[in-house]
T-cell receptor, first 112, second 112 residues
Framework: KAGVTQTPRYLIKTRGQQVTLSCSPISGHRSVSWYQQTPGQGLQFLFEYFSETQRNKGNFPGRFSGRQFSNSRSEMNVSTLELGDSALYLC???????????FGPGTRLTVL | QKEVEQNSGPLSVPEGAIASLNCTYSDRVSQSFFWYRQYSGKSPELIMSIYSNGDKEDGRFTAQLNKASQYVSLLIRDSQPSDSATYLCAVNQIQGAQKLVFGQGTRLTINP
């Protein structure tokens, strides 16, 4: 099976812009979770989507949003970018009867 | 108190020795526990999951879970230089949810 894919791999944006990141899960996986990783805060949960519905949400401001499509692919959007949004954004997918999550390669976002 | 705590290290171990990584968690109702390995600049890679008290072995890796004491550990036998990485402990607090809480990670260096 192909693994989790994320696009783009690298992004450079300026403050105030918005950005959309994409995640394609492992075939058959219906749950997609998003995480932000920074040196200071480590890995933090953003939100999880399952069957096109947000099932869980972390403690991030409303500028962070996401959605999931019928083919389980997911996108996350960050509006009005701030310098502190510079991070590695990871998606992780799971499926079947297990809650084991498998991570994609991540998108490295730099906000200037 | 952080929800999931790990010694940030660095932990230095000679090649061929046993590396021992520890993790404690605060939420007593946590259900699922995971160890991930993350090489510098890469995304987390699943090493092992554990759900029940006791030991679980997979090759050179052994995970240990003690729910009464709220700790999880990972032992790496016959450590190799390729094991040098940051090891992340993750806890899924909600059964059926895909919301991992991560420790800050332990940086492990295996010295040839």
């Amino acid at each position: 099976k192909a693994g989790v894919t994320q696009t783009p791999r690298y992004l450079i944006k300026t403050r105030g812009q918005q950005v959309t990141l994409s995640c394609s899960p492992i075939s058959g996986h219906r749950s997609v979770s998003w995480y932000q990783q920074t040196p200071g805060q480590g890995l933090q949960f953003l939100f999880e989507y399952f069957s096109e519905t947000q099932r869980n949400k972390g403690n991030f401001p409303g500028r962070f949003s996401g959605r999931q499509f019928s083919n389980s692919r997911s996108e996350m959007n960050v509006s009005t970018l701030e310098l502190g949004d510079s991070a590695l954004y990871l998606c992780a997918t799971s499926g079947g009867s297990t809650d084991t999550q498998y991570f994609g390669p991540g998108t490295r976002l730099t906000v200037l | 108190q952080k929800e999931v705590e790990q010694n940030s290290g660095p932990l230095s171990v000679p090649e061929g020795a046993i590396a021992s990584l520890n993790c404690t968690y605060s939420d007593r109702v946590s259900q699922s526990f995971f160890w991930y390995r993350q090489y510098s600049g890469k995304s987390p890679e699943l090493i092992m999951s554990i759900y029940s008290n006791g030991d679980k072995e997979d090759g050179r890796f052994t995970a240990q879970l003690n729910k009464a004491s709220q700790y999880v550990s990972l032992l790496i036998r016959d450590s190799q230089p390729s094991d040098s990485a940051t090891y992340l402990c993750a806890v899924n607090q909600i059964q059926g949810a895909q919301k991992l809480v991560f420790g800050q990670g332990t940086r492990l260096t295996i010295n040839p």
